[in-house]
C-alpha cells in the first residue's frame, strides 16, 4: 500500500480531533480514527482491479547501440474485466538515459495499450532492465494498490550499428555525401568488364571495343566494374594508447564506430573482412570472409573490447598477421601515435607490411587542439596552453613523416568525420583501383 496526498490531508485533519479529544479527556478516540483511516486505505487495495491476467512486453532491437537513441516499445495488455488505471513506471539500466520513465496509463479490458520512449546508453556492455512497477488507484483515493510485473530482461549494449542502417538507406538512394562520405563516379575505372555502351564525348579512346564498333558501324567503349573479391583487414590496438579520451569518450569507442561503418561498406562491395585485435600480444583474429554475415561475426567479436594499460606489442601482431595473410589487402591499423620514437616503432612494426599490402594508420585526434591552437592569447596561461599545443602538433607532423616515408598512409581525424573519411579512402581505393 502507497498513502496519497488525501490519506496525508485526512491524518493532518485528524490532529485538531485529537487535541479536542485531550481535552475532554478521551485521548483514544484519535486513536481510533488513525486506525480506522488505516484500515480504510488497506480496504480499498482490496478492492482494486486484480493485475493477475495483465501482461507487459518489452519490445525493442535485439542489441542497442551506444551513445545513439534506441526505441524502447512497452505492449500492455489486460484480459481481465476491468480498467485498470494509475502510474507505470519502467526500469532500464541504471546507466541509460531515458527519455521518460513513469506514464499516467488507463489499460483497458480486452484491448492492448502501447507506450514508447527512448533510452541512450553511454558505455558498451552487458545491462539489463530492472522490471516494471504498476501503482494502481484505488476507491476512495487514500492509496495506491502496488505490484512489481516481472520484466527483468537482459540486453546487450553494442557499438552504434544503428548508423549502419542510416548508411545502407543513404547508399541505395545514392545520398552518402549526406554522412560527409565522398564518392566519384569517374568512367572507366575498375578491371572487371561490366557492360558495352555507345561512345560519347569526353571518353577514354583507350576503352573503345574496336571489335564491336566494327560489328555495329559505330563507336562502342567498354564499361568496367569496381573489382570485387578484394580484401580489406582491419587492425585494432587496444592497448595504452587507447586509454585517451576525446570529448569524454574514449577513442577505442569512436575508433569501433568508424570500424563498423568501413566493414559494412566493404562487404556491401562484395569484398572479404578480417579482423586482428592486439595489445601486448594477438587477442582476437577473424580471417577475411565475404558476405553480410562476417559483420555480424566482426560486431560480436568487438562489442565488448576495452582499452588495457598495457604497452602494445605491434612488431609480434604484424608477424602474426603476416604468417598468416599472404594475399594483397587493405591494411587498416586503428592505433595512436604522438611523438616520433612510436613513429619508428609502428613504421619498424607496419612498414614492411606496406611492400605486399596498401597499409593505412587511422588515429583520433582530440578537436580541443585545434580549439586551442585557433584561440587568442588572453593571459600567461592561454600562452603556455598554446605553445603546449604547437609542440604536441608538431611532433604528431614529425611521426606523420616518419610514417609516411615507410610507405604507410595516414588519416588523422577528429572524431565526428572520423568515419566518413576513413570509408571516403576505402572507395577511393576501389576507384583508382589501388589493390
Known amino acids: 500500500m502507497v498513502p496519497t496526498k488525501r490519506f496525508w490531508v485526512m491524518v493532518a485533519a485528524g490532529i485538531p480531533l485529537a487535541a479536542v479529544a485531550t481535552l475532554v479527556g478521551s485521548p483514544y478516540i484519535a486513536v481510533v480514527y488513525d486506525i480506522l483511516l488505516i484500515a480504510t486505505a488497506y480496504g480499498t487495495t482490496l478492492l482494486a482491479p486484480s493485475t493477475a491476467r495483465l501482461a507487459i512486453k518489452r519490445r525493442f532491437d535485439s542489441v542497442l547501440s551506444v551513445r545513439a537513441v534506441n526505441k524502447i516499445t512497452l505492449l500492455i495488455e489486460n484480459d481481465g474485466l476491468e480498467t485498470i488505471s494509475g502510474l507505470l513506471r519502467d526500469e532500464p539500466p541504471p546507466f541509460f538515459e531515458a527519455t521518460r520513465k513513469e506514464f499516467r496509463v488507463e489499460i483497458p479490458s480486452q484491448r492492448p495499450l502501447v507506450l514508447t520512449y527512448y533510452v541512450t546508453p553511454f558505455e558498451r556492455g552487458a545491462e539489463s532492465f530492472r522490471g516494471t512497477y504498476l501503482r494502481i488507484d484505488c476507491p476512495l483515493g487514500l492509496a495506491l494498490k502496488q505490484v512489481r510485473l516481472p520484466t527483468e530482461e537482459a540486453v546487450r549494449v553494442y557499438p552504434n550499428v544503428l548508423a549502419l542502417r542510416e548508411f545502407d538507406l543513404l547508399k541505395q538512394q545514392g545520398r552518402l555525401k549526406e554522412l560527409g562520405i565522398r564518392k566519384s563516379r569517374m568512367r ?213 613523416a616518419i610514417v609516411g616515408a615507410a610507405g604507410i598512409h595516414n588519416l588523422d581525424s577528429e572524431p565526428q568525420d572520423l568515419a566518413a573519411k576513413l570509408v571516403s579512402f576505402y572507395f577511393n581505393v576501389k576507384e583508382r583501383s589501388l589493390l
Open 188 to 400: 572507366g575505372l575498375g578491371t572487371e568488364f561490366e557492360s558495352l555502351r555507345d561512345y560519347s564525348e569526353g571518353d577514354d579512346y583507350r576503352k573503345i571495343d574496336w571489335k564491336a564498333s566494327a560489328r555495329r558501324g559505330k563507336l562502342v567503349v567498354r564499361q568496367f566494374e569496381q573489382e570485387r573479391n578484394q580484401s580489406v583487414i582491419v587492425c585494432i590496438d587496444i592497448g595504452r594508447h587507447m586509454l585517451a579520451e576525446v570529448n569524454g569518450i574514449r577513442k577505442l569507442d569512436h575508433v569501433l564506430d568508424a570500424l563498423l561503418m568501413l566493414t559494412n561498406a566493404a562487404a556491401m562491395a562484395g569484398d572479404f573482412v578480417g579482423l586482428l585485435v592486439y595489445a601486448d600480444t594477438v587477442r582476437r583474429y577473424i580471417p577475411p570472409r565475404k558476405g553480410r554475415g562476417q559483420v555480424g561475426v566482426i560486431i560480436e567479436a568487438i562489442h565488448d573490447l576495452v582499452a588495457e594499460p598495457v604497452e602494445s606489442d605491434p612488431v609480434a601482431a604484424f608477424s602474426y598477421l603476416s604468417a598468416r595473410w599472404k594475399r594483397r589487402s587493405l591494411l587498416v591499423n586503428f592505433t595512436d601515435y604522438e611523438d616520433v620514437d612510436r613513429g619508428r616503432d609502428l613504421a619498424t612494426a607496419f612498414g614492411p607490411l606496406a611492400r605486399r599490402h596498401l597499409a593505412l594508420i587511422v588515429r583520433v585526434q582530440d578537436p580541443k587542439i585545434d580549439e586551442v591552437l585557433q584561440s587568442s592569447v588572453q593571459n600567461v596561461q592561454d600562452m603556455y596552453r598554446k605553445a603546449a599545443a604547437n609542440f604536441l602538433m608538431e611532433d604528431r607532423r614529425a611521426a606523420s
